[in-house]
């Protein structure tokens, strides 16, 4: 059974910093193309990264040079490293797993990012 | 960058009716097309990839068709667990993705 558990969400400050982790199971991590995906309070979903079984990496531009997304995989584990956080980056941050050269076929239960003073 | 629009924002139907939700692109996607169904306090889950391919366990009610920029999701014999929010998304930008505001679905 794929399964993938998010952590690490919590309160930060704005400008502060956040790791948070996604421990991949049910399948074989390293040949999947893995991705973030955020959904703020009350609201829609939004693409926020992706990286591709060999590490290429992409981001959306409001992230760009501010996040950080990583995969180990010896630990079947994704990462998203969060810098200078804004309040516009609270959101539930949802760790996918990409089929197709872009369908998400299995999410994670989601962790959630609060950035407040 | 391409945006997607759905409508309607809200639908409503009664039980065993079908629903016809709309997404739009603002350019062609060709088919890179997926659809997502999101429940109450839970994660979304796959429905449709390649803009009518339905996804492993998805029911057949569940259809999708279009290309290039207009696309529609078609639920019938609606029943009270459909009630949701369905998003778009655009995967014609690989890597780079977006996805529509989402239509809520009141059963």
């Known amino acids: 059974e794929v399964q993938l558990v998010e952590s690490g969400g919590g309160l930060v400050q704005p400008g502060g910093s956040l790791r948070i982790s996604c421990a991949a199971s049910?399948?074989?991590?390293?040949?999947?193309?893995m991705d973030w995906v955020r959904q703020a309070p009350g609201k829609g979903l939004e693409w926020v990264s992706y990286i591709s079984s060999n590490s290429v990496t992409n981001y959306i531009d409001s992230v760009r040079g501010r996040f950080s997304i990583s995969r180990d995989n010896a630990k079947n584990s994704l990462y998203l490293q969060m810098d200078s956080l804004r309040d516009e980056d609270a959101a539930v941050y949802y760790c996918?797993?990409?089929?197709?050269?872009?369908?998400?076929?299995?999410w994670g239960q989601g962790t959630a990012v609060t950035v407040s003073s | 960058e391409i945006v997607m629009t759905q409508s309607p924002a809200t639908l409503s139907v009664s039980p065993g009716e079908r629903a016809t939700l709309s997404c739009r692109a603002s350019?062609?996607?060709?088919?890179?097309l997926a659809w997502y169904q999101q429940k109450p306090g839970q994660a979304p889950r796959l429905l449709i990839c390649g803009a009518s391919t339905r996804a492993t366990g998805i029911p057949a009610r569940f259809s999708g068709s279009g290309s290039g920029t207009d696309f529609t999701l078609t639920i019938s014999s609606l029943q009270s667990e459909d009630s949701a929010v369905y998003y778009c998304q655009q995967y014609n930008t690989w890597p780079s993705y977006a996805f529509g505001q989402g239509t809520k679905l009141e059963i």
């Open positions: 350019q062609s996607v060709n088919s890179n």
């Open positions: 996918v797993r990409e089929v197709n050269r872009g369908c998400f076929d299995y």
């Open positions: 049910g399948f074989t991590f390293s040949t999947y193309s």
